[in-house]
């Protein structure tokens, strides 16, 4: 999971959405874009994500 938040925050580095001294998108922002970006990856192999799960003790739809 921290390799594809990684990989994440590097393309928006990559595409100029975050600058030197701005501040990351909180914890449960990051676990959800990935979440998005996860799911059709994650239909196309077979996988059903119908959520919600939780993540920290928060619920991630």
């Known amino acids: 999971m ?7 925050i590097a393309a928006r580095i990559v595409a100029g959405e975050l ?16 979440e998005r970006r996860a799911a059709p990856l994650l239909a196309t192999l077979g ?5 919600p799960y939780w993540i920290h003790g928060m619920e991630v739809a």
Do not use: K, S
């Open 2 to 8: 921290y390799v594809a938040v990684a990989d994440h």
């Open 19 to 34: 600058r030197p001294g701005m501040r990351l998108p909180a914890e449960r922002a990051l676990a959800e874009q990935v």
């Open 47 to 51: 996988i059903d994500t119908p959520g």
